[in-house]
């Protein structure tokens, strides 16, 4: 083949395939091709193509790319918020989540597309899905949003939910056993002589649901009577949480342990009790949920209800490319177990 045609090479910057392929001397489809790495293309003109493109500073236009092969390379990891219009993605839970996925879908050559919705009107799921901008879904928790994802699990395939299975649901979904974590966070605080056990956070979502349910068999299991007293609602959000526990604190209802429906709730009512003069663990135990980074290395460790989330990254990214290549791959429920540490012993 002749050596490329450079004296008619186009500005720096303002390359086109068309130009490309003139200063090869090949066609507009073969450097398309070659610029894919496409193996039938013989090594050394692909070399070659890729040298010219470099030289001249081509880029691809991964738009057009994307759109001409349907094919985005991306994954889009969704994060639904509804009632917890507070919660920061830089919410511990969240974070370690979100690297693991990230950490997950890199190893497979695609890129990360990450969207927080504030759910205020019908149709978000739908919209996202309409933008074409990723070839799959994984979406962090479903919040009260249950129906929105049942509504397009049938005609959207390649999604995947970390959450909880439930009975009425048609989505796949991977997470961990909610109600049996609650259970043993209680099983265990009784076991070390607690009684009066507060349950502190929302009850109105899904995984609340079935934490605040594992949380009454636990109490039962232990000869306890459920006090609608220690019930103790409390939004996903830090502050709102501490504040929550010392209203609650300043009602002056007696209560020996807390467990809270997850890691950012406990910290929260920890630096409530402190406030209030009260110690953890000699007055009041505390338990809480995800074993996040916070619970494992703060100034006070957490005991907490532990979600393998390296597993549970791995798992639901499996499912996924299963699913975008087609197959009806189900969903998966992790078993759980409790970290005990400093603020219940």
Known sequence: MDSPDLSEAPERGRLKMADIARMAGVSISTV????????????TLRDQIVEIAQTHGYVVNQSARSLRLRKTDTIGVVI????????????????EMVGRLADE????????????????????LERIIQSHRADGLVVIGRSAQHEALNSVAGTYRPMVVWA?????????????DNAEG?????AHLAATGRRRIVFLGATDTPEAVQRFAGYQKGLAEAGLSLDPALVVAAPHAAEAAHAAMAAFLARDIAFDAVFARSDLIALAAVRALAEAGRSVPGDVAVVGFDDSVLARHGVLPLTSVRK????????????????????DAPGACAPVQ??????SR
């Open 32 to 43: 398309s091709r070659a610029l894919a790495g496409n193996p039938l293309i013989p090594k």
């Open 80 to 95: 639904p918020l509804a009632d917890e219009t507070g919660q920061l993605i830089a919410d511990p839970f969240l974070l």
């Open 105 to 124: 879908i890199t190893l497979r050559n695609y890129s990360v597309l990450l969207n927080k919705v504030v759910v205020t009107e019908v149709g978000w």
């Open 164 to 176: 909880a299975p439930q009975p009425d649901q048609h989505y796949c979904a991977v997470g961990g």
């Open 182 to 186: 609650g259970r043993l966070a209680v």
């Open 308 to 327: 393998d989330l390296e597993v549970g990254a791995r798992t639901m990214i499996d499912l996924l490319f299963r699913r975008m290549a087609g197959e």
């Open 338 to 343: 409790l970290v005990v540490r400093e603020s």
